[in-house]
């Protein structure tokens, strides 16, 4: 799985990164994250507000920090 966390760095971008690292860990899922934080290919996606989720190129969350269940449905979802 491709996991991809679309933010400039702002906070709210690094406490995704963080949650969906804990997650991934806790699930022991194989995937593959990556940050993506060039405002061009944020914008790629049609993303306009970050934090944003993208699973296997499939933008799945945006402006938002969700609470771990909901994550956890998210990515075993597009698994």
Do not use: F, Q
Request: glycine share 6%; proline share 4%; hydrophobic share 50%.
């Amino acid at each position: 799985m491709l996991v991809k966390i679309l933010g400039t760095g702002c906070p709210n971008c690094l406490k995704l990164e963080k949650v969906v690292r804990e997650v991934i860990a806790d699930l022991h899922l194989e995937a593959i994250v990556e940050k993506v934080t060039k405002i061009d290919e944020i914008m790629d996606y049609g993303v306009m507000m970050t934090p944003a989720l993208v699973v296997n190129e499939d933008v799945v969350l945006i402006g938002k920090i969700p609470a771990k269940k909901k994550l956890e449905k998210i990515l075993t979802n597009k698994l």
